[in-house]
C-alpha cells in the first residue's frame, strides 16, 4: 500500500473543511450578510463556550438567549421553502408592499414599546411587575401581529437564493424581541407564567414564540415533527372532551401559552441539552472536521477493512459509528460521512437503497456508542440520577451487538451478491496510518476526563482545546481563522438542533400540563397485568412514533417523559426502563414511514426514500429485538455475574449472526425461505438470553451451519454492476 496520499484520500480531504452540504432551502448568503451571519455564528457558538466554562448566567436567562439567538440566525439561514437557485432575484410587486408595510410597521411599533420598557426598566429603576399593562399589551399586540403576517409571506413570496428575504428579517428581529422583553421582565415572568396571574401581554409573546419555533422546525425538519407538536397543542385545548385516560379539564389560551414559556416546556430538559451538551459536543465535532483530525478517522477505517468485501459498507460501520457517536444527529451524520461511502459502496456492487440503509443505520448506531452516545448518556443520568459511569457501562454490550449485526448484515449481502473490496493499492497505507494513531489524542483525552470526574462541559472543552493541539503536528494547524470557521461550522451545524429541541420543549410541557404522561403509565400498568411482553409492545410503539423527526436527546427527552414513567411502574428498574426508551427513540430514525436518517441517505444514493427505509429497517433489525432482551435478560446491561455478563455476550453474538444470516438469506450459501425461519427462531432464542432458550439455539444453528456448510449453494445471487 502507499505510503503517500492516495486518491481515496485526498477525495476524503476534499470533502473534509469546505462547505457542510447544503439543503434544499439552505441559502448561500453573499456579500455583506454572509459575513455578518459568519459572526454571528461564530459569536453564538463561542457565547455558548465562553459561558458554560467562565461566566455562568442565570439559567432561564441562558436558555432565553440560546433560543432566541438560534432562531434568529435559523430565519437567515433558511427558506421557507425549496429554492430555486438558477432562478433571479423577482422584484417586489404591489402585493408584496401591502403586505410588507402593515409587517414592517408593527414591528416597528414593537420595537419601540420595547425600547420603552427597556427605559422605564433600566434607567427609570421601575421592576418588571410595576410595568403599565396597556404598554406590555401593546408590545405583545403588535410582535404577534407582525410576526404572524411575516410567516404567512415568507409561505407565498418566493425568497432569493443568496440574501435573506425580508420576512425572514422581521421573524429573525422577532425572536430577538421575543427573548429580549422575558429576559427584561424575567422576576414577573417567572412569577406569573403559567398561572391565573398571567395577562395578555404573556399571552401574546408567548404565542409569538411558539409560532417562531414551529415555523423553523417545518423549514428545518420538515413537518412531521411539527404535526405531532400540533396533535399536543390540540389535545391541550380539547381534553374536556376525550373519553377516557385522555381526559382532563382543558386550559385557557392564556395559560397555556405561557406556561409553555418556562422550565416546564421551552426552556426545559430539551433547550437545557441543547444549550449545553449538544452545542458543546457539536462544536467539538466541527474542530474535528476543521483540524482534518475527522478525515483521519475515515482513512483509518479504509485501511483496516476497504479490503474486504464490500469493503466500504464496513468503513462506512466502523467510521458512521465513531462519527455519530460525538454527532448529537443520525440525520446529520449521514450527510457528513455518507456523501463518501455510499458512491463507495454503489462502486463495488452496493444497490442504492442498500448503499443509503447501510450509512443510515451505521450513523444512527453510533448515537448508542459509549461514552457520549449523540450526548444521551449525558441527558440519561441527569433525568434518571444514575451514575454516567454506570450507564456508559451498561451501553457496552448493546452498543457492540448492534454493530456486529451491521457488520453480519453487510458481509452476507457482499457475499450474496459476489462483491470484492477496494483495491488495496487505492488505499490509505495502514503503516502511515498507525504512525498517525496520535490523532486520536482528542477523544482519548475527552473519555479520560469524563472518567477522571471532570463535568462534561470541562471534558468537552478540553477536547475541543485537544483538537487544536493535535493539529499542530500535522499540515492543517488550526490558527485563529480556522478557529472561527469551526467556531461558526458549530454554530450552523447546531442551529437545527436548537429548533428541534424547543419544539420538542413543548411536546414536553403539554405532557407535564395535562399529567397524560401519569394517565399513560397507569393505562401500561393496566395492559401489564393481561400481559407484560403487550405492554412493552405498546411502550416501543410510542417510543418510536414520538421520536420521529427529532434528534436523538429530544426524542429521548420527549419518550422518557411519557414512556419510562409507565415501565418503572410495571417494576422494571430505572436503567433497564430508560435504556429500553432511548433505544427505539434512537431507532425512529431508521424506522419507516417517518425515518430522516434513511431519507437523508436515500437522498445522496439516489434511492426512493421509503424503500431505503425499509431496507435500514431490516438491517438494523437486531436492534429492535434486543431492548426487549433488557428486561428479560439484565446482565446483557452489566448486571449479574460476570460469567453471567459473559455468556450472554456470547450468545446474543452468535443468535446476531443467525439473524444476520436469516434476513438476508445467505450462510455459507443461500438459504432456502424454509431454513432462513428456523435461522430465525434460533437466532431469537439465542439473543433470548436464558441458559434454556441458548442451548436451543446452538442446537439449531449448528445443524443448520453444518447442513448450509455441506449442500448450500456458493454461487452468487447476481455479480456486482449487473
Known amino acids: 500500500m502507499s505510503e503517500r496520499p492516495t486518491e481515496l484520500e485526498k477525495k476524503v480531504e476534499s470533502q473534509g473543511e469546505t462547505e457542510i452540504p447544503m439543503g434544499p432551502s439552505e441559502r448561500a448568503l453573499t456579500g455583506w450578510q454572509r459575513t455578518l451571519f459568519f459572526w454571528a455564528c461564530a459569536i453564538y457558538t463561542a457565547f455558548h463556550i465562553f459561558t458554560l466554562n467562565v461566566a455562568p448566567l442565570e439559567t432561564w436567562t441562558f436558555r432565553i438567549l440560546h ?19 438558477e432562478a433571479p432575484a423577482a422584484p417586489k410587486g404591489m402585493l408584496q408592499w401591502l403586505i410588507l408595510v402593515p409587517s414592517v410597521g408593527l414591528m416597528l411599533w414593537a420595537l419601540g414599546a420595547l425600547g420603552y420598557i427597556g427605559y422605564l426598566l433600566e434607567i427609570d429603576g421601575m421592576s418588571s411587575t410595576q410595568l403599565p399593562q396597556w404598554l406590555a399589551k401593546q408590545f405583545g399586540y ?5 410576526v404572524a403576517i411575516a410567516t404567512v409571506a415568507a409561505w407565498i413570496f418566493r425568497s432569493p437564493n443568496n440574501r435573506v428575504h425580508w420576512p425572514d428579517w422581521i421573524l429573525g428581529f422577532g425572536a430577538l424581541m421575543v427573548g429580549a422583553y422575558i429576559v427584561m421582565a424575567l422576576g414577573r415572568w417567572q412569577m406569573a407564567a403559567g398561572t391565573p396571574f398571567a395577562g395578555a401581554q404573556e399571552l401574546w409573546i408567548s404565542a409569538a414564540g411558539v409560532l417562531l419555533i414551529m415555523e423553523l422546525t417545518r423549514r428545518i425538519a ?15 385545548f380539547v381534553g374536556p372532551w376525550l373519553p377516557g385516560f385522555l381526559e382532563h379539564r382543558g386550559y ?11 422550565d416546564s416546556g421551552i426552556l426545559g430538559p430539551t433547550t437545557a441539552v441543547s444549550s449545553t451538551y449538544i452545542i458543546l459536543f457539536i462544536t467539538f465535532a466541527a474542530f474535528l472536521q476543521i483540524s482534518r483530525v475527522g478525515d483521519y478517522f475515515v482513512n483509518f477505517a479504509f485501511a483496516i477493512a476497504g479490503w474486504a468485501r464490500g469493503g466500504p459498507a464496513k468503513v462506512s460501520v466502523f467510521a458512521s459509528g465513531l462519527m455519530g457517536m460525538i454527532n448529537g444527529t443520525s440525520a446529520g ?5 455518507g456523501s463518501l461511502t455510499i458512491p463507495l459502496m454503489k462502486r463495488v456492487g452496493y444497490r442504492p437503497q442498500s448503499a443509503g440503509a447501510i450509512e443510515a443505520t451505521a450513523s444512527t448506531g453510533g448515537q448508542l456508542v459509549p461514552p457520549i452516545m449523540g450526548a444521551g448518556a449525558f441527558i440519561m443520568a441527569e433525568i434518571t440520577g444514575i451514575p454516567y459511569t454506570e450507564i456508559v457501562a451498561a451501553a457496552i454490550i448493546p452498543a457492540a451487538l448492534y454493530f456486529l449485526s451491521v457488520y453480519f448484515m453487510v458481509d452476507n449481502e457482499a457475499a450474496k451478491m459476489g462483491m470484492r473490496g477496494i483495491p488495496r493499492a487505492e488505499l490509505p497505507g495502514l503503516g502511515r496510518m498507525l504512525r498517525q494513531i496520535y490523532l486520536f489524542i482528542p477523544i482519548v483525552v ?7 470526574g471532570y463535568s462534561v462541559i470541562r471534558a468537552g472543552t478540553l477536547a475541543m482545546m485537544a483538537a487544536v493541539v493535535i493539529s499542530w503536528l500535522t499540515p492543517d494547524a488550526m490558527g485563529v481563522r480556522k478557529i472561527l470557521r469551526a467556531l461558526e461550522m458549530g454554530g450552523r451545524m447546531v442551529i437545527p438542533l436548537v429548533a428541534v429541541c424547543a419544539c420538542a420543549g413543548i411536546i414536553v410541557g403539554v405532557i407535564s400540563l395535562t399529567g397524560v404522561g401519569s394517565r399513560f403509565a397507569s393505562m401500561l400498568l393496566g395492559v401489564a397485568d393481561a400481559s407484560m411482553l403487550l405492554a412493552m409492545f405498546f411502550a416501543m410503539c410510542l417510543s418510536i412514533l414520538l421520536g420521529m423527526g427529532m434528534p436523538t436527546t429530544a426524542a429521548y427527552a420527549v419518550a422518557a417523559s411519557v414512556v419510562a414513567p409507565g415501565l418503572q411502574q410495571m417494576g422494571i428498574p430505572p436503567l433497564v426502563a430508560h435504556f429500553f426508551v432511548f433505544y427505539y427513540a434512537v431507532l425512529s430514525a431508521i424506522t ?3 425515518a430522516l436518517a434513511a431519507y437523508a441517505a436515500g437522498g445522496i444514493a439516489g434511492s426512493d426514500p421509503l424503500k431505503t427505509s425499509v431496507t435500514a429497517f431490516k438491517i438494523g433489525l437486531a436492534a429492535f429485538i434486543v431492548p426487549f432482551m433488557f428486561f428479560y435478560s439484565p446482565a446483557m446491561l452489566g448486571g449479574g455475574e460476570w460469567y453471567e455478563i459473559l455468556r450472554v455476550a456470547a450468545t446474543a453474538s452468535v443468535g446476531i449472526f443467525l439473524l444476520a444470516a436469516s434476513v438476508q438469506g445467505w450462510l455459507f450459501g443461500h438459504v432456502p425461505w424454509l431454513l432462513r425461519g428456523i435461522l ?15 442451548l436451543g439455539g446452538v442446537v439449531v444453528g449448528a445443524a443448520l451451519m453444518a447442513w448450509q456448510y455441506r449442500y448450500a449453494s456458493r454461487q452468487p445471487v447476481l455479480q456486482p454492476g449487473n
Open 592 to 594: 419507516p414511514p417517518v
Open 142 to 146: 403588535t410582535l404577534f401581529g407582525s
Open 680 to 694: 430465525l427462531g434460533g437466532a431469537i432464542a439465542m439473543i433470548y438470553g436464558g441458559v434454556y432458550t441458548d
Open 333 to 337: 451524520n449521514v450527510v457528513a460521512t
Open 222 to 236: 420538515g413537518l412531521a415533527l411539527v404535526i405531532i407538536t400540533g396533535v399536543f397543542l390540540v389535545y391541550s
Open 67 to 85: 433560543v432566541a439567538g438560534g432562531l434568529f440566525i435559523g430565519f437567515a439561514l433558511t427558506a421557507a421553502r425549496t429554492l430555486d437557485r
Open 252 to 262: 385557557s389560551f392564556t395559560r397555556f401559552f405561557t406556561y409553555i414559556y418556562t
Open 446 to 452: 475527552l473519555i479520560y476526563a469524563l472518567f477522571q
